[in-house]
């Protein structure tokens, strides 16, 4: 499985997507793409963009009443905590940006009322259960193991747009090269 033995060039930052590598053994992170919302010398965390929750957003916040977006579980971490991400201006304020165009959080009353009213853009949220973290220097060794793949620059209409069940696929398959025929791989050799 030499082949799959990639090494990351580029050091992981703030915006970069993590595409786990295929063969990764922990169930939590199975063939996923993580959004990577922060990386410093304390540690670093994201939210799994494409493993959806059977919940729904409204059954989550039943105070909103009607708001039928999909919610996704953002990791293994305190997933009794609801985050959103969005590209959505009047919640640009009190977010942190990630990158140009995406933020994460924001003033949660003015999200209720646009939910209420009807005007938050589903094609610009996206609504956590979750994240995913990593303690100092963590990640790091993961990438040195080898059981991450970074992609970066990807554009945030791709992320809210992009049905989250070919997520993964797609990316790799849009890097080209070796992570092409890392997309087309099946998850168990031996079943194929």
Not at 47 to 70: C, H, P, R, T, Y
Not at 160 to 187: C, H, Q
Request: charged share 25%; hydrophobic share 35%.
């Amino acid at each position: 499985m030499e082949f799959f033995e990639f090494k990351n060039i580029e050091q992981p930052q703030k915006g970069d997507l993590l595409l786990s590598e295929p063969f990764l053994p922990d169930q939590n992170f199975d063939r996923t793409v993580i959004l990577l919302c922060e990386h410093n010398e304390e540690g670093s965390f994201g939210f799994v963009l494409n493993k959806l929750s059977i919940l729904k957003v409204d059954e989550v916040l039943q105070q909103i009443g009607s708001f039928e977006a999909e919610l996704f579980v953002g990791g293994p971490v305190q997933q009794n905590t609801l985050h959103f991400i969005h590209n959505i201006d009047e919640l640009k304020e009190g977010g942190q940006k990630i990158t140009n165009g995406l933020y994460w959080g924001g003033d949660f009353e003015i999200l209720q009322d646009l939910m209420q009213k009807g005007a938050l853009d589903k094609e610009k949220s996206r609504f956590f259960v979750g994240y995913s973290g990593w303690s100092e220097n963590q990640l790091q060794e993961e990438i040195d193991h080898n059981s991450w793949i970074i992609a970066r620059g990807v554009h945030p209409s791709y992320i809210f747009n992009s049905p989250p069940e070919t997520l993964w696929k797609s990316i790799l398959e849009k890097m080209g090269g070796r992570f092409k025929i890392y997309a087309n791989y099946p998850s168990d050799p031996n079943l194929n």
